[in-house]
RNA sequence: GCGGAGGUGGCGGAACUGGUAGACGCAAGGGACUUAAAAUCCCUUGGGCCGCAAGGCCCGUGAGGGUUCGAUUCCCUCCCUCCGCACCA
């Protein structure tokens, strides 16, 4: 054996033998149970980063775990293929962008290989593939037949650098996600949606399902899906003869409605000015609204703005006619895009109606104030009905209401209730639930994504390609320009085809779907990549799932996390699947950070893990990683903290190589009878250790904690090198003490630890070994040190048998402090058991 | 503004259910080995004070208050940082 640790050496030797032995390839074996771990899969960028290798490490520690605690585990990974840095990187070099990704791939699965990564390599998945992507096709076309699929001209969000739609989601503060500092402009297209919205309810019920996710994602996902009950109310426009529609939480305050707002695109606004006096004014004021009003999702608190268009409404609890306005910051995507205007008691209202001299009324007042109008906010007037003078801000508190008709004297609870009953009965208004999801466009108009497997025939109209026509292939011979319209509709081989209802020639969607959809139910097809027949192999999935842990960043908490569960939804309702959650268990990392930004390649501050291992090797890098930070904390890279990892597997590997002739030698470990002091030492730490080290793999995952252990133990058992050489550590039970440490630090630094494993003469690697059995015998302390204290300050220590009784100890605590005791009487005596002894003396 | 997480040595962090604050590591300083260096090994290291010394005392977990024999941990008030949402009616 090398005396000094060697790891190119020895990591290039295990991984080339555990892929002979097949290690980590796992059959689906009912007689056997499963444990699923799962990472997110990464997008093929080139290079694998340290902020990578911290989310496979922290699966890879757990799998090899659950492998040694004798689960079947399955661990894959795969290849989120498609997507727009492949695209636009083939429009830099003109090439094709499936030459940028499979060498990126390539590279990538490299650099999985090179840090021992214990995937089954069998089950990859690659979504760029036909044999992946017709199945996102398939689920297209089930979408579609069930009406989850619709096509709508709407207004996208469009990227000008990325030259395409983007989501929702992947506008952040008005800018492209990828681009932080190009604003979003809108524009007119027809668009794919998915009718994610259908799922709203049961995206929010179901969450009750997913007790072992973090609290702070189930609560962005339902500040996402964003419920608010509330009523309907419309109010007639007597000049035109027609109604328009308000969506309010707070019809309690409808006695306060002073006038009513419509977002600039509301499609009476037309009919309005068509009727207004002075039609083009108001046209023009609308329009110059409208634009400062796409503004406003870029500019933050931007200023209320609006037009009086010169019409009224009636406010059908009291008849009352208030004026219409047009108001910037009404949106149309939400409710009804109109609003009743309670200046009073919504804080929005109240500057728009501050800035235009619109009046106020007051008709809630705080409880407190025991029904009767006088404190805030309009406290001007005792006068009953009246606008009111203003005051600071608005009363936005449920409370009692007053000047509200038959409605004066309820509380805000019990007015919306029962107004909602009275409009329901009376017909011009009604219960409504409205949330802030939208439908999941995704549409996009680019060429490296899954073709959308839908045909325009001149006759027929939109035709779904038949499953049997399945996949819809992307053409290999494209022109990318990265300009304007969907690259695909330049391929006039791919465009025109015919009709598949009727024969006639026709036009085939040029639009690529999100990659999000990809990304959706990728974890499913590991179970079984092969399957042709279906996108799922219902047997394999039944077996494996579903997931125990799935592991990735927080960044996916709304997108990707709500996507993947509305996904499962629709398979447990076309009959995929029997279940409607796929994922138990979530575990969200922290980000690695270096120069204060997260790392990536966009950023330039990429650490090379490749760099890392030719410098220490895998298991230092690994193990660093785990050690520096707990997981779930942000991970600051330090080029200096990896030295001390660096040197602790240095450390074991020449202390284990030291004794290694002699312990292979040496029979079964012995934990034995009669130990000696030093024996016993060493076996009660290995015990102490295994105890936390496995009580946080099931729970806590404080990795950190767990590397620190091992690191105490390898420097107790150096303290002991003396007492070793002199016999006074028989072999057997040294053997004892290092195998379990041994097999311990197999999670975080695995080649090095079955380089040991070997040396003391075992033929198996460590993944086929049971982990070891913790005994509290052992691992109990003989003797305890216990604080003494003295009016509750630290003033002495004392030495105690573990079998000490409290009296005993007491004794002893008391003569140790006789000297602070001095002149004082002890009032009272605190002994926690085996803890410490705390004194109260005047 | 709303919601969430957090604030501990020079640094990353530990202290799991209210019980010895600072484990483990980094950095720094000193020493051994070496012709020298690297590597390795050993020692010191929260701040202040007393003592020749063994040792002892005081302060200390963002700030202030409270509960308690005892608070990094529980309660109240405030400050700061990070993250998410942000005209959602």
């Known amino acids: 054996m090398d005396p000094e640790y060697n790891p190119q050496a020895i990591e290039a030797k295990w991984q080339k033998r555990w892929a002979e032995q097949k290690l980590f390839e796992a059959e689906a074996d009912l007689a056997r149970k499963k444990y699923y771990v799962l990472e997110m899969l990464p997008y093929p960028s080139g290079e694998l980063h340290v902020g990578h290798v911290r989310n496979y490490m922290i699966g890879d520690a757990l799998a090899r775990y659950k492998w040694m605690r004798g689960y079947n585990v399955l661990h894959p990974i795969g290849w989120d293929a498609f997507g727009l840095p492949a695209e636009n990187a083939a429009i830099k070099h003109q090439r094709h962008p499936s030459e940028f990704t499979f060498a990126n791939i390539a590279r990538m699965k490299q650099q999985f290989q090179r840090l021992g990564v214990s995937y089954d390599w069998r089950r990859e998945v690659t979504t760029c593939l036909p044999e992946y992507y017709r199945w996102n096709q398939w689920f297209f076309l089930k979408m579609y037949e069930r009406g989850l699929a619709y096509r709508k001209k709407s207004r996208v969000n469009w990227c000008p650098k990325c030259q395409t739609v983007l989501a929702n989601e992947q506008v952040v503060d008005g800018c492209c996600w990828r681009h932080e500092d190009t604003p979003v402009r809108e524009r007119e297209l027809e668009q794919w949606f998915w009718r994610i919205t259908a799922y709203a309810e049961r995206l929010l019920d179901e969450m009750k399902e997913l007790v072992r996710w973090p609290e702070r994602v189930l609560t962005m996902q339902r500040n996402w899906i964003g419920k608010s009950a509330g009523a309907l109310v419309d109010f007639l426009i007597p000049q035109l003869g027609e109604g328009v529609r308000i969506f309010t939480t707070r019809i309690d305050t409808i006695y306060g409605c002073t006038a009513l707002f419509l977002a600039p695109e509301h499609p009476i606004v037309a009919k309005l000015v068509a009727r207004s006096s002075s039609p083009e004014k108001l046209a023009a004021e609308a329009e110059r609204i409208k634009n400062s009003a796409v503004r406003a999702r870029v500019e933050v608190n931007l200023k209320k703005e609006g037009i009086a268009t010169g019409f009224t409404a009636r406010n059908p609890f009291n008849g009352e006619e208030v004026p219409v306005w047009i108001a910037n910051f009404v949106l149309m995507e939400y409710g009804t895009g109109a609003v009743m205007a309670v200046p009073a008691h919504d804080q929005r209202d109240f500057e728009f109606c501050q800035a235009y001299g619109l009046p106020l009324r007051t008709v809630i007042v705080p409880l407190s104030s025991g029904g009767s109008p006088g404190s805030s906010p309009g406290e001007t007037s005792g006068e009953t009905g009246g606008p009111q003078a203003l005051a600071e801000e608005a009363f936005v508190d449920y409370g009692r209401l007053v000047n509200s008709g038959p409605y004066t004297g309820l509380t805000s609870e019990q007015a919306i209730e029962r107004m909602i009953s009275d409009a329901e009965a009376q017909g011009f208004g009604k219960r409504s639930v409205q949330y802030r999801l939208k439908d999941w466009g995704i549409s996009r108009q680019r060429y490296w994504g899954t073709p959308i497997p839908i045909i325009y025939c001149p006759g027929c109209g939109i035709v779904p390609v038949p499953e049997k026509d399945l996949p819809v292939v992307l053409p290999p011979n494209v022109r990318l320009t990265g300009e304007g319209q969907s690259p695909l509709a330049s391929v006039p081989e791919f465009v025109n085809t015919t009709c598949p209802r009727c024969g006639g020639a026709a036009r085939r969607e040029t639009d690529t779907m999100d990659t999000f959809v990809d990304s959706s139910w990728y974890f499913y097809r590991y179970t079984d990549n092969q399957i042709a027949t279906a996108p799922i192999n219902r047997d394999a999935v039944q077996y494996w799932f579903p997931v125990d842990q799935y592991i990735g960043g927080i960044e996916h908490a709304i997108l990707h996390l709500i996507y993947m569960r509305f996904f499962t939804k629709v398979m447990q309702d076309i009959g995929l699947v029997n279940f409607s959650e796929p994922v138990a268990r979530l575990f969200t990392q922290g980000m690695v950070i270096k120069d204060g930004a997260k790392m990536s390649k966009s950023k330039g501050n990429v650490v090379d893990p490749t760099d ?203 003569h140790s402090v006789a000297q602070h005791l001095n002149g004082l009487s002890v009032v009272k005596v605190i002994v926690v058991p085996k803890k410490l002894v705390s004194v109260v003396a005047k």
């Open 612 to 814: 890392m291992c030719n410098k220490y090797g895998a298991d230092t890098l690994r193990l660093y990683m785990l050690f520096v930070a707990p997981p779930e904390k942000d991970l600051e890279w330090s080029d200096a903290g990896i030295e001390g990892a660096w040197r602790f597997l240095g450390r074991a590997y020449r202390l284990v190589a030291r004794h290694a002739r002699r312990l292979q030698a040496t029979g079964a470990p012995d934990p034995g009878s009669d130990l000696g002091p030093e024996e016993r030492h060493l076996l009660r730490k290995a015990h102490q250790v295994l105890r936390h080290i496995t009580e946080d793999m099931e729970e806590r995952w404080h990795f950190n904690t767990d590397v620190a252990l091992l690191m105490e133990f390898v420097n107790d058992l150096s303290e002991r090198e003396g007492a070793i050489d002199q016999g006074r550590v028989r072999p057997t039970v040294l053997k004892a003490a290092i195998e379990m440490f041994v097999q311990m630090l197999s999670l975080f630094a695995p080649h090095l630890a079955d380089e040991l494993w070997e040396s003391l003469g075992h033929d198996q690697p460590l993944l086929r070994t049971r982990w070891p059995a913790y005994d509290p015998v052992l691992a109990a302390e003989d003797e305890l040190e216990i604080p003494v204290q003295v009016n509750g300050k630290l003033r002495g220590r004392i030495r105690v048998r573990a079998a000490s009784s409290d009296e005993e100890i007491q004794r002893q605590a008391l």
